[in-house]
């Protein structure tokens, strides 16, 4: 079992907090730290983090990834998910590349098709149907893939997306490649993970009657291709999770017994002054680890 942080970019949290949080997060042991990746987010996010909806604040996500990866050694650094119909396939193979560079290999690039449909629309983003997202998904993720592991120049044709003749050096840290995360739970987002993906993660919260038949329903599509498909569910601190040592036990026994890999702390709903977060870090970090054996995935 593996600890994580979903931590919060947006509302009354700003930069020196969140690399103070990273920091910590590193010096007590969590394995990753996640963050969204969003324009901005629907109103709700602010009046949860103190912030202002009239005025909606949001760091860029790899540009924080890259900074907090120069300032820390261990902990893995992802996306909780990039979007990829909002990205060019190349720019963005670029970007993951480089920072994975800069972390020298710690970077888990998660991807989805996005759920937002107001921040593509502000900014003059293409948005469609949730299938015709997911097929642009998956266009862009098979150019990236080849663009970071092929030695030729990389030519591709399809519906949505054209490369010619492509070069694309320096390819990743990680060979061949950073490991690929999937968010949401759809069949279509299951069947992408199987198939290209290192892990799962479902949206926050997701509750524990759902969990156990999506953990079916992964180990069953996963096992026909002899697969191993890490879990993450997430739940938000304090809603969720609970506020005290004892309910964390509880719950994270309840999601380990039904297949989970990892457990995302999800702070990026909360208004908690930032003192008493790195409290809750270091609480949570001499709570729970001692009762569990981490291995390196």
Do not use: C
Request: aromatic fraction near 14%; charged fraction near 25%.
């Amino acid at each position: 079992m593996h600890f994580d942080l979903h931590l919060p970019t947006h509302g009354r949290y700003r930069y020196n907090e969140v690399l103070k949080f990273s920091r910590t997060a590193e010096e007590l042991g969590f394995d990753s730290i996640w963050v969204g990746d969003h324009f901005y987010l629907p109103k709700e996010f602010y009046e949860k983090t103190g912030g202002d909806p009239e005025r909606p604040n949001k760091l860029d996500a790899w540009t924080l990834l890259s900074a907090i990866a120069a300032q820390t050694k261990r902990i893995r650094l992802g996306t909780r998910v990039s979007p990829l119909p909002f990205y060019d396939p190349g720019r963005i193979a670029k970007i993951v590349a480089t920072v994975d560079m800069i972390s020298r290999g710690r970077i888990n690039f998660g991807v989805g098709a996005g759920w937002f449909k107001s921040e593509a629309t502000s900014f003059g983003l293409w948005w469609g149907r949730h299938r015709e997202r997911i097929s642009r998904m998956i266009e862009s993720l098979e150019i990236i893939l080849r663009l970071w592991t092929e030695d030729r120049k990389v030519t591709y044709n399809g519906r949505y997306y054209k490369v010619v003749e492509a070069p694309f050096w320096p390819k990743p840290f990680q060979k061949p490649y950073p490991p690929i995360w999937f968010g949401g739970s759809s069949d279509e987002i299951l069947e992408a993970a199987v198939k290209y993906g290192s892990g799962l993660l479902p949206l926050s919260n997701i509750p524990i009657k759902d969990f156990k038949a999506l953990a079916s329903k992964v180990a069953e599509k996963a096992g026909r291709r002899d697969r191993k498909i890490i879990l993450a569910p997430s739940l938000t601190y304090p809603d969720a999770i609970g506020e005290e040592p004892s309910d964390w036990v509880s719950k994270i026994e309840e999601y380990s017994e039904l297949g989970a890999d990892k457990i995302i702390a999800d702070l990026s709903t909360t208004n908690i002054p930032p003192d008493k977060i790195i409290i809750f870090l270091k609480d949570f970090s001499k709570t729970v680890f001692p009762k569990y054996q981490r291995s390196t995935y």
